[in-house]
């Protein structure tokens, strides 16, 4: 750990110089050193003391930028090529800036939970690692928007992170081969043509009738002004609309034939053969010779 001499407020951004005598007996102008997590450049140089220039995107990203004199910070230098990996790859590019929801103590270690954006927790996992204000802890659990790390003695006495408290600010780095493995995957998908429904959208709202529109376009009748009161204490007759008689159609004669005439008669049966020789013999009979007609006899 080192400790900060002090933050010089420059236009554009801060100076910031910080003093750790087996930080400075190992570093020179223009080496990378971790502060708090996030990676700066030496640019001075002192006895037992470097300083460092924060630009505006370290001061947006980072907890640098709420730092005073005499608080503590994480120190660490880079790592060479050919020195032993140990932990994870933590590249002092900072995420986001968390926030400590709680700390508890389970024994001789202590749970520390940490809120992060909900966008940030898609790259964390059970067992996977994440670092802390520069410290590279094991996930114990992760939630929508927060996740759960446990520290034990050495880490609570050798970083700031024994001395954080609930609300307190922490830089936060998550593994960056998780970003890989997102991006290589989503490179991977293969392109989809849109359909024909996606690129006209959806249909355009059908029109009213007409015959709706014109009821919403009649205004409904005002109401009929109070009558004055009459003399001698009548009764006011009631407002309102004026009630509308209903027209009543005159009588028309009517022009419909009687059933009996449009119900044809029946026609007569006609008579057997031997009826009418009976009757034409009968009415020879009755009639004079005189005024019996001769007719002429037919040619056999």
Do not use: S, Y
């Given at each position: 750990m080192g400790t900060v001499v002090r933050v010089l407020r420059r236009v554009g951004g801060a100076r910031l110089e910080v003093r750790s005598p087996d930080v400075v007996a190992d570093v020179k102008t223009g080496d990378s050193v971790?502060?708090?997590?996030?990676?700066?450049?030496?640019?001075g140089r002192?006895?037992?003391?470097?300083?460092?220039?924060?630009?505006?995107?370290?001061?947006?990203?980072?907890?640098?930028?709420?730092?005073?004199?005499?608080?503590?910070v994480n120190l660490e230098r880079p790592l060479h090529a050919a020195s032993r990996l140990d932990g994870h790859i933590v590249q002092g590019h900072i995420d986001v800036v968390g926030t400590i929801r709680s700390r508890r103590r389970v024994?001789?270690?202590?749970?520390?939970?940490?809120?992060?954006?909900?966008?940030?927790?898609?790259y964390l996992a059970p067992k996977g690692s994440v670092s802390v204000d520069g410290v590279s802890l094991t996930l114990v659990d992760v939630n929508k928007d927060r996740f759960r790390v446990a520290l034990i003695p050495h880490t609570l006495e050798t970083t700031t992170l024994g001395r954080k408290l609930q609300g307190d600010a922490v830089n936060v780095e998550v593994d960056v081969i998780s970003k890989y493995v997102e991006r290589h995957l989503a490179a991977r998908q293969p392109f989809r043509e849109p359909s024909l429904a996606e690129l006209v959208g959806p249909p355009p709202p059908r029109p009213e009738p007409l015959a709706a529109v014109a009821r919403m376009a009649v205004p409904a009748p005002a109401p009929r002004p109070a009558p004055p009161p009459r003399p001698g204490g009548a009764p006011a007759?009631?407002?309102?609309?004026?009630?509308?008689?209903?027209?009543?159609?005159?009588e028309s004669k009517s022009t419909a034939k009687p059933i009996s005439k449009l119900t044809p008669k029946p026609k007569p049966k006609p008579k057997p053969a031997k009826a009418l020789l009976r009757r034409s013999a009968a009415a020879k009979r009755s009639t004079p010779p005189s005024a019996r007609r001769r007719t002429p006899a037919k040619k056999r």
């Open positions: 971790a502060v708090n997590g996030a990676c700066v450049t030496v640019t002192f006895e037992d003391t470097f300083a460092c220039d924060l630009v505006p995107e370290t001061l947006a990203r980072t907890n640098l930028g709420t730092l005073q004199p005499g608080e503590l024994g001789a270690q202590e749970m520390l939970e940490v809120t992060v954006p909900f966008e940030l927790t898609r007759r009631p407002m309102g609309p004026k009630p509308v008689a209903k027209p009543v159609a005159p």
